[in-house]
């Protein structure tokens, strides 16, 4: 079963399971795994969504031998990162870590906590899946691509840098978003010749923000997926040049990303959209995992790129709903 919400929509909605069509697809971060659920999309009302209430204590799945990372180590770590992207001259390296909450004593409410999320996250996909013993839950602004099926009209949006709402942007963060917009903008322009580019502004979520250029083009709609498949991963989820970070951030990171980081594609009549998951977790009857990460340039500084994780980490954190 799956549920989600559009931005800035009140309808929750799922799919009906009812007929072969493809609605919408998790795929990995290294597109190596993917999870479809099929029929067409409908809409659901809050009482009937609220009648089959699951808690966390209902998945099939324990988490088992799982190590967190400590502040310590990440510390260390994202230092070394920093040598390194010195060292390489990038603009910018993604690095991601995982949260650990443990639900042995407690258990969360998912349904209510997806409802917390739509309310706390108005401008935000929000989803919530459970399929083949995987629970998902996630909300995020961060539209990897949309097509107007009507118009051929494709939009896309770069979205990076991470800092609480009421601060004041440095040139650490102008400096890791700039290389997003100009990936995303020499992409377009390979398969457009009406490209627009809006000017930079700042994107809230919740107790953050982001900086965030939108872009339009219009596309042949036999190149969406190649477009998409160029565009993914961004440098906002990995860093650039792509496969040299990549292949760094599989040096760095001890853990598979799973769908952190990777893509949602939910097709309807009017429309195709491609959604980042970010600020998401998947759960497990006796845990949680958060997934959450940063953009690491040679001024990061290690204790606020700490920070910064643990602000996103908030984003799930604070909307659980705990029976």
């Given at each position: 079963?799956?549920?989600?919400?559009?931005?800035f929509?009140?309808?929750?909605?799922?799919?009906?399971?009812?007929?072969?069509?493809?609605?919408?697809?998790?795929?990995?971060?290294?597109t190596?795994?993917?999870?479809?659920?099929?029929?067409?999309?409908?809409?659901?009302?809050?009482?009937?969504?609220?009648?089959?209430?699951?808690?966390?204590?209902?998945?099939?799945?324990?988490?088992?031998?799982f190590?967190?990372?400590?502040?310590i180590?990440?510390?260390s770590?994202?230092?070394?990162?920093?040598?390194?992207?010195?060292?390489?001259?990038?603009?910018?390296?993604?690095?991601?870590?995982?949260?650990?909450?443990?639900?042995?004593?407690?258990?969360?409410?998912?349904?209510?906590?997806?409802?917390?999320?739509?309310?706390?996250?108005?401008?935000?996909?929000?989803?919530?899946?459970?399929?083949?013993?995987?629970?998902?839950?996630?909300?995020?602004?961060?539209?990897?691509?949309?097509?107007?099926?009507?118009?051929?009209?494709?939009?896309?949006?770069?979205l990076?840098?991470?800092?609480?709402?009421?601060?004041?942007?440095?040139?650490?963060?102008?400096?890791?978003?700039?290389?997003?917009?100009?990936?995303?903008?020499?992409?377009?322009?390979?398969?457009?010749?009406?490209?627009?580019?809006?000017?930079?502004?700042?994107?809230?979520?919740?107790?953050?923000?982001?900086?965030?250029?939108?872009?339009?083009?219009?596309?042949?709609r036999?190149?969406?997926?190649?477009?998409?498949?160029?565009?993914?991963?961004?440098?906002?989820?990995?860093?650039?040049?792509?496969?040299?970070?990549?292949?760094?951030i599989?040096?760095?990171?001890?853990?598979?990303?799973?769908?952190?980081?990777?893509?949602?594609?939910?097709?309807?009549?009017?429309?195709?959209?491609?959604?980042?998951?970010?600020?998401?977790?998947?759960?497990?009857?006796?845990?949680?995992?958060?997934?959450?990460?940063?953009?690491?340039?040679?001024?990061?500084s290690?204790?606020?790129?700490?920070?910064?994780?643990?602000?996103?980490?908030?984003?799930?954190?604070?909307?659980?709903?705990?029976?």
């Open positions: 079963m799956i549920y989600f919400r559009f931005p929509s009140d309808q929750i909605l799922t799919t009906d399971e009812i007929s072969a069509q493809k609605s919408v697809g998790f795929v990995s971060f290294d190596n795994e993917i999870i479809d659920f099929n029929g067409n999309i409908k809409e659901v009302s809050l009482g009937e969504f609220l009648e089959n209430t699951i808690n966390s204590d209902a998945l099939s799945s324990q988490l088992i031998g190590k967190e990372e400590k502040e180590d990440y510390l770590k994202i230092q070394q990162v920093i040598n390194f992207v010195k060292e390489n001259q990038l603009s910018k390296l993604v690095i991601s870590r995982r949260e650990l909450l443990n639900l042995e004593i407690q258990k969360v409410n998912l349904s209510q906590t997806f409802l917390n999320l739509c309310k706390a996250y108005p401008n935000a996909f929000v989803y919530f899946f459970i399929k083949d013993g995987k629970c998902w839950m996630g909300a995020f602004s961060e539209v990897l691509g949309k097509l107007n099926k009507k118009t051929s009209e494709f939009e896309t949006m770069s990076a840098g991470t800092i609480p709402v009421d601060e004041v942007w440095t040139s650490k963060e102008i400096e890791e978003q700039q290389p997003v917009t100009d990936y995303i903008k020499n992409i377009l322009k390979e398969y457009s010749t009406e490209v627009t580019q809006s000017e930079t502004y700042d994107h809230p979520s919740g107790t953050i923000k982001h900086l965030r250029t939108d872009f339009k083009a219009k596309i042949k036999e190149d969406l997926e190649k477009i998409i498949s160029e565009l993914h991963p961004t440098p906002a989820v990995c860093g650039f040049p792509k496969e040299f970070c990549r292949n760094a599989a040096e760095f990171e001890d853990h598979p990303r799973r769908f952190y980081a990777g893509y949602i594609k939910v097709e309807t009549d009017e429309t195709i959209q491609y959604f980042v998951n970010l600020r998401c977790a998947e759960f497990f009857q006796n845990a949680a995992v958060l997934y959450v990460g940063g953009g690491i340039t040679a001024d990061s290690p204790e606020k790129e700490w920070r910064e994780t643990e602000l996103k980490a908030g984003a799930i954190l604070k909307n659980l709903s705990y029976n």
